[in-house]
């Protein structure tokens, strides 16, 4: 396959990691709603001696604030989500997808979150690097199983993949087939299966673009054209046969196609963990 250099205008967003401040944000929303209040507070206490205030302005402030409080809020809640929601919904009525569902895993740290999924019956992972970066254990949350703690085993941050196994848990896992190689077809239609935004368990679908080189990278890496927001780090993309192909990491703004995901082929985690 041909690999294409990528232009140096093109935007590589490296961290899919789920990073929100509750607190800070609680905070935000709570400052606009003060003065608001503060505003209403002295328009009562002063009543300036005009005609009536006309109440079609009145609806138009409101809506106003309405959507300035809205604007402090996370991307949850742009529009774009409300549509890989119903897609997750129409996909998740597949026994296919419900049967991926169940290996793919929340990975938390203290400070966020991102996603990884079983390849094996007893319990072992494969996340993003940088999803885990400076952590021994990290905590993992199957859909069924529940909460478990797993430790850290390998990691490889020039390909950002991280192996974790989940400790003495003595429970059979769900886990995903890995293809042998990465292989597909031109533009072929994939699944992948993460835990962005805040869901959990989102399935959607992309579409094969095929390989790009990036600066900073020995190896070429996958572009898939889908729906990826922070949360995405550590998906699995798998074939219509059931086989994972590679691991979503990253976003690209392409030149050429747009905003792009960008995903680390399966063939490197046998070259560098299983060799």
């Not at 419900?98 to 079983?118: C, L, P």
Request: no cysteine.
């Amino acid at each position: 396959m041909t690999h294409h250099k990528q232009d140096e205008h093109d935007i590589i967003d490296e961290d899919l990691y789920e990073e929100f401040d509750d607190e800070e944000l609680y905070e935000l929303v709570e400052a606009e709603r003060q003065k608001a209040l503060n505003r209403a507070r002295e328009e009562r206490h002063n009543p300036k001696p005009k005609r009536p205030f006309p109440k079609w302005v009145f609806w138009i402030i409101a809506m106003a604030m309405v959507l300035n409080i809205m604007a402090l809020l996370p991307q949850t809640f742009a529009l774009p989500v409300f549509d890989f929601i119903k897609t997750s919904a129409s996909l998740s009525s597949q026994d296919d997808i419900q049967a991926y569902k169940k290996a793919v895993a929340v990975v938390e740290t203290e400070d966020g979150r991102g996603t990884g999924f079983a390849i094996s019956q007893d319990g072992k992972l494969i996340t993003n690097h940088h999803v885990i970066e400076g952590q021994d254990e990290v905590t993992v949350a199957f859909p069924d199983e529940g909460l478990y703690r797993a430790e850290v085993i390998q990691t490889n941050p020039d390909i950002d993949l991280a192996i974790l196994q989940v400790i003495d848990s003595g429970q059979s896992f769900p886990h995903l087939n890995l293809a042998k190689e990465t292989t597909f077809k031109d533009h072929e239609n994939v699944y992948f299966i993460g835990n962005p935004l805040r869901f959990q368990g989102i399935a959607n679908e992309g579409e094969v673009l095929g390989y790009t080189e990036l600066s900073g990278w020995e190896e070429p890496v996958l572009m898939i054209k889908a729906p990826i927001y922070n949360g995405n780090s550590g998906s699995p993309v798998i074939r219509h046969n059931g086989q994972v192909i590679g691991v979503v990491f990253a976003t690209l703004n392409h030149d050429d196609k747009g905003k792009v995901g960008l995903v680390v082929p399966i063939d490197y985690y046998y070259k560098y963990f299983e060799h």
